[in-house]
């Protein structure tokens, strides 16, 4: 007998252990204290294009598989960029919106989205997500930062988009920063010890705090910046401080605060999750403009702390060029799209092939940038 689909508009609905048997707790984004958290703390609202549609599969009283998903008004939070299909069926008096999507939001993270043990399962809820969209008359239903192992699961009916993120990875098992930075040419070795110079010149330190031992004051801080940094790009705000309080309760060895002092006050930090092998940074923001301040906080303080606790990798966040000058080389992130309009899907097939294209050959461009000594990529000088 198949699973029986259920579509539930609130994940609480759903038991947390069962939803987090289902991934094995090594990416806490899908977490469903993250999620949850997401819902029930006022940072997804229906006026920002949020609406909590989540797929479940069941067998006899049992979750056996699940997709997180969202009926989406609009690609606020995304991070996968589809602006030139909302305006091309605009063009052609067609509604792109609403749409599924499945994803997590806010967080550009790779990571799985089709939460099964097996294979069938996981095709399972790529056909369900296809089906749901078209009972309910939408455009698409997109799975956006599905893992590479999801690939497979996928039919030939799921358009394939890739783009570019910047990750630091020790696979040359690095013990310390000295050693992370002997692996680089002498031109940006010099660079990084400048900044960092700089920055402790200006009589700044910092704190590492885990969420079990944030105080309300340390989260507070961490909310201030994060509103001071969408502040000043002209942004909205989405997380609440309900929420950050609520990570550092559920999720105490997951949360992790980077905190810079001058003079006895907190004057920036950096958000980051921690997953079984990787650290994620997604927020930092700052009171005080000093040279280097941004580059220590988010990235040298961030792979100080993974060497010091073997973390593998680490993901400070979508975009930005200027990571690759300190270490953080160019990968693929993926996402996956079924388009309802058989013209629109020729259409926009067409159009990510040659997206592809274009991506493959800024990477092997960027590529060449590489700070490392080491043609073949970083080693360890011990």
């Known amino acids: 007998m198949s699973p029986v689909a259920r579509w539930l508009a609130r994940l609480c609905d759903v038991p947390a252990e069962q939803w987090d048997a289902l991934h094995g707790g090594h990416h806490p984004f899908i977490a469903h204290a993250f999620l949850e958290g997401l819902e029930s703390r006022g940072c997804l609202r229906q006026e920002w294009g949020w609406t909590a549609h989540h797929l479940t599969l069941w067998d006899d009283g049992r979750l056996v598989a699940a997709a997180p998903a969202y009926l989406k008004h609009n690609s606020h939070g995304e991070f996968v960029f589809d602006h030139a299909w909302a305006h091309a069926y605009a063009q052609h008096g067609r509604d792109y919106f609403p749409k599924l999507l499945c994803g997590v939001p ?12 097996d294979a069938s399962l996981r095709t399972t809820l790529a056909h369900a997500l296809a089906a749901e969209a078209a009972r309910l008359g939408l455009s698409s239903a997109h799975v956006n930062f599905h893992a590479a192992g999801e690939d497979a699961d996928f039919g030939d009916d799921w358009l394939a988009r890739t783009d570019i993120q910047y990750h630091w990875r020790n696979d040359a098992g690095w013990l310390d920063f000295n050693d992370y930075l002997a692996a680089m040419d002498h031109k940006h070795r010099k660079n990084i010890r400048q900044e960092r110079a700089r920055v402790a010149r200006a009589g700044i330190g910092f704190r590492v705090v885990h969420g079990g031992e944030a ?10 910046f994060y509103l001071q940094t969408f502040a000043e790009y002209g942004n909205s705000p989405a997380l609440t401080l309900e929420f950050l309080q609520h990570l550092a309760r559920a999720m105490p060895e997951r949360l992790v605060l980077f905190l810079a002092t001058h003079e006895g006050g ?31 906080t988010c990235y040298y303080q961030g792979i100080d702390y993974c060497l010091r606790e073997g973390l593998r990798v680490f993901e400070p966040g979508a975009q930005g060029e200027h990571k690759i000058a300190r270490g953080f080389l160019p990968v693929d992130v993926r996402s996956r799209h079924w388009i309802a309009d058989g013209s629109f899907r020729e259409a926009l097939a067409a159009w990510c092939a040659e997206e592809r294209a274009v991506v493959r050959r800024n990477k092997a461009w960027l590529a060449q940038r590489s700070p490392f000594r080491h043609p073949s990529g970083p080693v360890a000088s011990g």
């Open 106 to 117: 806010y967080s550009p993270v790779t990571g799985p989205r089709l939460l099964a043990p």
């Open 215 to 224: 105080s309300a004051a340390d989260l507070a801080a961490m909310h201030r």
């Open 266 to 296: 907190t004057v920036a930090g950096a958000l980051c999750l921690r997953g079984g092998d990787t650290l994620y940074g997604r927020y930092w923001g700052a009171l005080a403009a000093l040279p280097g301040l941004h580059f220590e």
